[in-house]
Every structure is written in C-alpha cells, then in structure tokens.
C-alpha cells in the first residue's frame, strides 16, 4: 500500500508521483506533509536535497484536482533562482499530467515586457512560478488580484533580497491562502519579512540527520573525480585564475597553505571581478559566520581558506575543491574531498608545483591510484609562452651586446699580432703570395692585411728617406744637423722654410768693403774716366 494513500490525496495525484518514481515520503518529507495539513502559515527549516516540494505541493495540488472549474491560478511559488524554478515546473507538469494541470514560469519567458507578463499571469496557470523582482512590477500595472490561490510558497527565502515585493504579490490575494517559507539558514531579513508577512507561523525542521563521520578514517566519495594540473614555476595564480574564468563549475572552496596566501588571493581574485570571501584564523566569530553565510546562500562564489582543517569546516553546496597548496597528508586530503556535495559534476583539483610534487607522490601512493592529470588552461599556457619568447628575445638582444663587446675588444687585441704575422709573412718575399690567397679566405684576408702592412711600411720609409735628402742639402748649406733637434713645432716642419743667411740682412756685415788692387793699362785709364 502506498503510504501517501495515508493523507488521502487524489488519485491523479498519486498516479503522477508513481510517475516521478516517489513511492513513499521520507521522514524529512512527512514531516512538512503533517505540518502543511494543519493549513496554518509555516517557515520551514530545511534543505533543497530533501526535495521539500514534495512534502508542500501535493495536498494543493490534489485540492485543485478535485475541483470543478480548472482555470485560475491556484499556487504561487516565488524564487530567485531559475534553475530551481524549471526543476518545480518539470515535476508539477509531470505530476498534475492526469489532472489536467498546468504550470508556468516567467524565468522561460525573461526579458518579460508588461504587455507580455499581463498576458501570461491573465492565462490562469493553475501554478505559476516567477521572481518576485519580475512579477510584482505586473500585478501594480494591471492592478491585477488572486481569489483563488490556496498556497503561497517562498523557495530559498535565504536568498531572497527584495522582500518589498514578496509583500506586493501576498497583499494581491485576497482568497483564504497558505503563506509559507522553506529557507536552510536564518537571517535577519528573514525575520523581519516573516514578522510582517506570516501570521502566526509556526517553524518546523525538516533537516537530515548527518551520518557520524569517522575522523580517523575519512572516505572519498565513489562518484568524486580526482584531478591534478602540473603547475610551472611562478605561474599558480595565472593558471588559478584562467581555470576560474573556463570552468562551468559556480561554487569553489580554495585551500591554501596560509591565511596570508588567502589574503592575497583574495585580494587578486576581487580585482579580476570574482565574487569571493576569505576566512582565516585572524577572524573573529561574528565575522567568520558572516563569511561562510554569504558562501553558503550563493551570494560569493568562491570561499579561500587558510589555517584551517576541513574538518573545521561544514559548507553546503560546494561543487569543487581546489588544493591551491597542496596538503602535506592523505588525511586532510579526504577530508577535503569528503566537503564536496554528491553529484555526477563533483571533484577535486590540485595545483601542483615543484614543491608538491613530494606531497602528491604520497597522496597517490595512499590512494592507490593517481587522479587524472588536466592540461594547463588555454589563457595560461598562451600568457606562458608569450613571457618565455620575451625572455628569449631580451637574452639574445644582451648577448648581442655583450657579443659585439668582445669581438671589439679581441679585434683591438689581435690587431698587433696580425701586423706582426703579415710582417712575418711578407719577409718571405713574394714567391708564396699567389699560394696563400688560393687556399682560403681567412688567409685571404691575412694576405690583404700583409699587403696593406707592407704600403704603410714603404711609404713610412719614403718618408724618412726624404726627411734624410733635406738633412743632407742642409749640410750642404753650412747648416750642421743639430738643425733636425729643432724638428717640428706642431705639425710645421722648420726645415722646409727658407734658411735667412746674414748678407740678405738689413746693415750687412760689419767692416769695410775690400777694394781691388788691379794694376795695367786699362785699369789705369779707367780709373782716369772716373769709370
């Protein structure tokens, strides 16, 4: 026998949960069957992995099946989040099929104009599912109303930031209406909007009861996939951040080594625009709650952790580790595994570096096996390769310098030696000329540089030849070769001007001019004519 059979719902109500494979209620869900019966407001406390809806929506649901008229909308399910509205409209649609039931999100529909809302919400769907953000702006426009709604539900009320709307949409039903709220954590918000929208709520826990772990011996969850990205040096939060950015994957809980490395995540992570908080031992324990609170309610989606064991921790909806450090044992190493919710998406990450290598090696050998090694992200591996080019091209750029450098410098050295080997070789004469250029080009160019040896030697000799023909004609002039001491005067050479004797002087020389003694005749007559 069926145990729903117990609470007397419609036949075609229980026909569609043999549908959904929900043969009996769990104890979580009998629990919310027994307290919505008492048709008073309620605030429930549970999780969405019990699956409250179907403790909640079958005793609304058969009540609307047994009525005569179909049209109008009989429940109104308000969320934020649309994934767990398309979940609600699959398993209504599923379970009021032979009923004649019909369901409607406005999340499909979104962007929603008035036009289009009015049209949807005026089509009585018996449930309609919608963000409370989209569907009280509607009811104000159309100055719309509800004289038939029976049950008026608020999924993940932790999550809910604008309960001003919430009361919009409750004060709209103006028909003898159930209100109730199913949340997983309290807040101060919820109070509040509890205090001014439920009237005399009664609060019922729903939680599961969480099976005692084992500390000495934690267990790694059979559909847990184990990955591992070898990490080059100085590259973790290049190759951290771009994995963030790729993965599909909303919700990660961050190990580190320090909460100074959680620090400074945390601060790099903010500046890349990722929605992330930090806790540390540094905290204190108003403020650590606070932290953990926005993790667990999706309002951050990423949680660094430093200092602290996993077995301190207890957060809910995680959907990856990620060993940032990795953990020196095998113990902590399950621990952290065993944080993750079941699912088929489900797994660790460790980045591993040089320095883990040691600890992933006994991580491995504990387990058993090796977890599935990952290839670097695509944004990673580029930004990589375009810094080890760079550092390629500055590399040969200084040992271009440095190249240059020394060639100069050996050429500066070698020239000496090559003066004197060319001076060497071309005391051999001529005869091994034609040889030495026929045999190869080095020594071509060493041919070259002998023949330009031996011009610079002629002309030296040249020089000094002429230098010794002025000698000589200055000897010849009376002049005496001290003359050469007084050599150059910068660049003039003295030698080569004009040498005044005395007799071109002004006064000539001194004493008297000799007279010739010439006797004869014609001197005689000479002398007679005055000539």
């Known amino acids: 026998m069926n145990s729903f059979q ?54 609304a649901l058969s009540e609307a099946a047994t009525q005569n008229r179909r049209g109008g909308t009989k429940i109104l399910i308000l969320t934020e989040d649309a994934e767990r509205a398309e979940s609600l409209k699959k398993w209504v649609t599923t379970v009021g099929e032979d009923a004649q039931i019909r369901a409607v999100s406005l ?27 989209t569907f009280a702006p509607i009811l ?81 969850p059979k559909d847990l996939t184990q990955y591992y990205i070898n990490v080059p040096p100085r590259s973790k939060i290049s190759v951290l951040l771009a994995f963030l950015k790729e993965t599909d994957l909303k919700s990660h809980l961050i190990f ?16 890349n625009d990722f929605r992330v908080v930090s806790l540390h031992k540094g905290l204190d324990e108003q403020t650590f709650q606070q932290r953990l609170e926005l993790f667990t309610s999706r309002k951050v989606q990423h949680l660094l952790v430093g200092d602290y064991s996993a077995s301190e921790l207890s957060p809910d909806g995680v959907e990856q580790v990620i060993n940032y450090d990795v953990p020196e044992d095998v113990h902590e190493y399950k621990l952290r ?66 190249g240059r450098g020394d060639r100069g410098k050996s050429s500066d050295r070698d020239k000496g030696s090559d ?16 040889s030495d250029r026929g045999k190869s080009s080095s020594r071509g160019k060493d041919s070259d540089r002998s023949k330009s040896t031996e011009r610079s030697k002629s002309t030296s000799r040249s020089k000094r030849s002429e230098r010794n ?7 010849s002039n009376g002049r005496s070769n001290n003359n050469q001491g007084r050599g150059k005067i910068g660049e003039m050479d003295i030698s080569k001007l004009p040498q005044p004797t005395y007799d071109q002087l002004a006064g000539g020389r001194a004493g008297t001019k000799k007279t010739e003694k010439k006797g004869g005749l014609f001197s005689r007559i000479k002398k007679l004519f005055g000539g």
């Open 337 to 402: 595994a065993d944080l993750v919710s079941t699912g088929n998406a489900t797994r660790i990450l460790s980045l591993v570096s040089k320095q883990d290598q040691n600890d992933i090696l006994g991580i491995c050998n504990e387990l058993g096996y090796a977890p599935q090694e990952l290839p670097m992200p695509e944004a990673a591996l580029a930004r990589l390769q375009d810094h080890s080019e760079s550092s390629k091209t500055a590399n040969s750029n200084e040992e271009k310098k440095n």
């Open 107 to 133: 999340f499909e529909h979104e962007p929603l104009d008035d036009k289009k809302g009015i049209t949807l919400v005026a089509s009585g769907p018996t449930v309609l599912i919608a963000s409370p953000q």
């Open 256 to 271: 580190t080594a320090s909460g100074r490395t959680a620090d400074r995540l945390f601060k790099i992570l903010r500046k």
């Open 140 to 220: 104000e426009s159309s100055n719309m109303t509800f004289r038939e709604v029976l049950l008026l539900v608020v999924e993940k009320a932790e999550e809910i930031d604008h309960w001003d709307d919430v009361k919009t949409i409750s004060d709209r039903i103006l028909s003898k209406c159930q209100r109730i709220f199913i949340a997983a954590k309290d807040s101060r918000q919820l109070r509040e909007a509890e205090a001014q929208i439920l009237k005399s709520p009664e609060l019922v826990k729903a939680v599961p009861t969480p099976e005692p772990k084992t500390a000495d011996a934690p267990s790694i």
């Open 419 to 434: 003066r004197e080997n060319s001076s060497d070789r071309s005391k051999g004469g001529g005869k091994n000329k034609g």
């Open 6 to 59: 117990a609470f007397r719902f419609h036949g075609s109500i229980l026909k569609g949960l043999k549908k959904c494979s929900i043969t009996s209620p769990t104890t979580e869900q009998k629990t919310i069957l027994k307290a919505v019966s008492g048709q008073t407001d309620l605030l429930i406390n549970t999780e969405q992995s019990v699956s409250p809806e179907v403790g909640y929506l079958p005793a």
């Open 469 to 475: 023909k002025r000698t000589d004609r200055g000897k």
